[in-house]
């Protein structure tokens, strides 16, 4: 089989943050396989056949990625941000196990991207900056008593927590849920991010404070970074949003 | 004043892991400041000042950085990975917080880069396909009894743990004790990736069982990716590498 899948991240929205990688795997693309937004993100051109489908059919959607790979085509996978975090290449290697076993010995690559944490945070300053964890607030597959365990577990260690996915149409309350519960562990001035479609043209970033966050709005395209005790803000003068980092320094008797 | 910082994530070292953004920035750079390997990565030119200088000295490096951009100078400090994580970017805003009150005015940008979990992640699959952490396991600027209380509460909540800077000539057994931890909360089959200087000439990615990492080499270069209960090997046949991921459900009952 001469066939190929790569699964690129195309990083939060803006095509400056495309690796050359991804550029370049993108370009040698027969094949373009992805959620409909993604796929629209990438400029037609002679060659290059286009499938976009509709969200939360990740499995259905890689299964074809691989069956044209085993056909013989090269394939692009895409997918926001990174395709590791909460994206594509988990689906894909989930369809690799169920399926053909030829699939497992296809040439199946991986190219990284500008995950949204990592571009929110970029935008605000360093809150990233001590130890941090990602936590995908569906429940579409794990159950939320799992969700609100591990949300526990690491706001009670002081890990700066970015929650992808808060909200849908389908998972109205989860955020309320998940902010109620750090706000009973945490202080309610923590600095808490609200960054929306990150370097996009609707791009909004909003600086609260948790007990603000819990009146915020926020939807589909919103990253949720919760501070922890070592995340500060530096004022930078009227009308201007402060900095906001995390001090990687921890005091003894902190945790 | 004029000057302006901007902070680079460099990626974890092929230059085809820079964003298109990152190229840029260091394009429009007059003054290069990092540490020795970081700034090597970046190409001689005319008009670019180096300063590079020796690791362990972020804040001098930081204060330099705003001195310059006080003084109308633009400047690109340069960070592996992503300056965000475990990396230059909170250290600057250290600096900024604790100087010339002046600095929290000046035009300062991080641009993100590829941190070494994506691309450590990229090359072998999708290892943090679930929920992740990201955790130092340096003790140079914490206690030792939080890193254990972090690894700790990750691991039994079930993360994919990423460990950076798990060994130094200064911290010889610090991994050796994160990872007797996990083996007294983790399987001894689970997966452990040994990612060593991703995408540079001399990279080594070991995937392990967590019994075998007990007893297997690290340096400075490396990040080690813990795996969870979900994380999963997919076999490709004699003398290749599995590819790993972890599945984006998580069962009832599993936490």
Same mark, same amino acid.
């Given at each position: 089989?001469?066939?190929?899948?790569?699964?690129?991240?195309?990083?939060?929205?803006?095509?400056?943050?495309?690796?050359?990688?991804?550029?370049?795997?993108?370009?040698?693309?027969?094949?373009?396989?992805?959620?409909? =937004?993604?796929?629209?993100?990438? =400029?037609?051109?002679?060659?290059?056949?286009?499938?976009?489908?509709?969200? /939360?059919?990740?499995?259905?959607?890689?299964?074809?990625?691989?069956?044209?790979?085993?056909? @013989? /085509?090269?394939?692009?996978?895409?997918?926001?941000?990174?395709?590791?975090?909460?994206?594509?290449?988990?689906?894909?290697?989930?369809?690799? !196990? +169920?399926?053909?076993?030829?699939?497992?010995?296809?040439?199946?690559?991986? !190219?990284?991207?500008?995950?949204?944490?990592?571009?929110?945070?970029?935008?605000?300053?360093?809150?990233?900056?001590?130890?941090?964890?990602?936590?995908?607030?569906?429940?579409?597959?794990?159950?939320? !008593?799992?969700?609100?365990? +591990?949300?526990?577990?690491?706001?009670?260690?002081?890990?700066?927590?970015?929650?992808?996915?808060?909200?849908?149409?389908?998972?109205?309350?989860?955020?309320?849920?998940?902010?109620?519960?750090?706000?009973?562990? /945490?202080?309610?001035?923590?600095?808490?991010?609200?960054? +929306?479609?990150?370097?996009?043209?609707?791009?909004?970033?909003?600086?609260?404070?948790?007990?603000?966050?819990?009146?915020?709005?926020?939807?589909?395209?919103?990253?949720?970074?919760?501070?922890?005790? @070592?995340?500060?803000?530096?004022? +930078?003068?009227?009308?201007?949003?402060?900095?906001?980092?995390?001090?990687?320094?921890?005091?003894?008797?902190?945790?």
């Amino acid at each position: 089989m001469s066939g190929r899948v790569t699964v690129i991240g195309l990083g939060p929205g803006d095509s400056r943050l495309l690796t050359e990688a991804a550029s370049e795997a993108l370009a040698r693309a027969e094949d373009l396989i992805g959620y409909i =937004p993604y796929v629209a993100r990438v =400029p037609e051109r002679e060659g290059l056949r286009r499938h976009a489908s509709d969200n /939360r059919v990740e499995v259905d959607r890689a299964r074809h990625a691989l069956e044209l790979a085993a056909s @013989g /085509r090269r394939v692009a996978v895409v997918s926001g941000g990174d395709p590791g975090v909460f994206a594509m290449a988990a689906a894909l290697f989930e369809a690799v !196990e +169920r399926g053909d076993p030829a699939w497992a010995r296809l040439d199946i690559v991986i !190219e990284p991207g500008i995950t949204a944490m990592l571009a929110a945070a970029a935008r605000v300053g360093a809150p990233l900056g001590g130890d941090f964890c990602a936590l995908s607030l569906s429940d579409n597959l794990k159950p939320w !008593e799992v969700v609100t365990a +591990r949300l526990e577990a690491v706001l009670r260690a002081d890990f700066v927590v970015a929650l992808y996915n808060p909200i849908s149409s389908a998972r109205p309350w989860q955020l309320g849920a998940a902010l109620e519960l750090a706000a009973g562990i /945490r202080p309610q001035e923590t600095p808490v991010i609200f960054a +929306r479609a990150v370097t996009r043209p609707d791009e909004s970033i909003r600086v609260l404070t948790l007990a603000q966050a819990r009146e915020a709005p926020a939807d589909m395209a919103t990253l949720v970074i919760l501070g922890a005790s @070592g995340t500060r803000l530096i004022p +930078r003068g009227e009308g201007v949003s402060p900095f906001v980092y995390t001090s990687r320094s921890v005091a003894r008797g902190a945790a």
